[in-house]
């Protein structure tokens, strides 16, 4: 009976020993599009919190997808943090993500800013609106995307190229308030209002503004805020020389989208990953959020960074989001042909 006794206990004791190592050796694998700087504090975080070991990989968003495609099943990623709901959806449609059911994220996140079958959920916000040289343009004289066609702004407006997919998405919820003829009048007359080729960044668009190479630009917010704290002194020159407008207030709002994660379809640490995503969408994280990367707390309730603040508040377009993806081939045939560069 002793004997027995000391091999039950032996026994449990191994069994303990095994589930607190494998507790210790709990990880998640993420692939970042996403700054390493504007995710890495909130991950460290994460690991503190739980124990979990967070191993991160960042690169451009392409090709990170890219990757996850040619590594299939093999994959070591968990999670895939992008940016922009058109980006989550080509990786939807490439059957690199699995669809999970979560309540915490299920409550936490507007339906309008995940995908409807639990394959991709939004963690911040990101709003589209128009800047402009407040030296040379009075806000008065502007009101929605729709007027920059006008013919005032003939050679005033700046805007990145056609193959840029915050631009696609745009025009993707052109498509969606408006069907496709009058988007491909819309983008025909704004190409012929533009003050030069296409070329370069949001934050190019905003020195060109600034630099009186144009006078209006459609750029993401978050640029805006960076250029403010930028250690450059050009960039926050720049910077200080435009404010924002948000167009659509009389109408569907101001466009908005998403950086968003999903976990992937081959991941080894669902329920690690699964438990990362929850984390991000705390109060704590989207507080974190919301004061260093210049976007707008994904989470209803959660207070906006002062810069944010002092843009002031805004309607935003209320389209569900998973359609900017789903429109998105018909967005670039139409800026084919319309010329878009």
């Known amino acids: 009976m002793k004997t027995f006794i000391q091999k039950l206990y032996a026994t449990l004791a191994f069994c303990l020993m095994l589930t ?8 998640v694998n993420i692939y970042s599009a996403r700054k390493e700087d504007l995710i890495k504090p909130i991950l460290e975080k994460f690991e503190a919190n739980t124990n979990i070991k967070v191993n991160l990989i960042t690169g451009k968003a392409d090709a990170l997808l890219q990757r996850l495609i040619s590594e299939g099943k093999n994959s070591p990623a968990d999670i895939l943090i992008t940016t922009d709901a058109g980006r989550l959806h080509r990786a939807k449609n490439a059957e690199v993500l699995q669809s999970i059911q979560s309540d915490v994220l299920a409550n936490t996140i507007p339906e309008q800013y995940r995908d409807p079958a639990g394959f991709w959920y939004g963690l911040t916000l990101r709003a589209r609106p128009i800047v402009y040289a407040y030296d040379r343009v009075k806000p008065g004289q502007l009101s929605s995307y729709e007027a920059l066609t006008n013919s005032e702004w003939r050679q005033k407006v700046c805007i990145r190229s056609s193959d840029n997919i915050y631009n696609q998405s745009l025009v993707a919820s052109f498509i969606a308030h408006e069907g496709e ?9 704004l190409i012929k209002n533009l003050a030069r080729p296409p ?3 949001d934050r190019d668009q905003i020195k060109a503004v600034a630099a009186g190479q144009c006078d209006l630009a459609v750029v993401n917010t978050y640029y805006l805020g960076g250029m403010l ?10 910077a200080k020389k435009v ?3 948000w167009p659509n207030q009389d109408s569907r709002g101001t466009h908005v989208n998403i950086s968003g994660a999903a976990i992937t379809a081959s991941s080894k640490n669902k329920a690690s990953a699964i438990q990362l995503l929850e984390f991000l969408v ?5 507080q974190w959020y919301a004061e260093k990367n210049f976007e707008y707390p994904i989470k209803p309730g ?5 810069i944010l603040k002092s843009w002031g508040e805004f309607k935003a377009d209320s389209l569900s989001l998973h359609q900017l993806g789903d429109l998105n081939a018909k967005a670039v045939m139409l800026m084919d042909q319309a010329g878009w560069k």
């Open 243 to 245: 404010k924002i407008f």
């Open 181 to 189: 003829q009058k988007t491909l009048s819309w983008i025909s007359a």
């Open 229 to 238: 704290t930028s250690n450059d002194e050009n960039e926050v020159a720049a």
């Open 20 to 27: 607190a190592s494998i507790a210790q050796a709990a990880e």
């Open 302 to 306: 959660i207070q906006a960074s002062e």
């Open 199 to 201: 070329q370069g960044g």
């Open 282 to 286: 705390s109060n704590d994280a989207q």
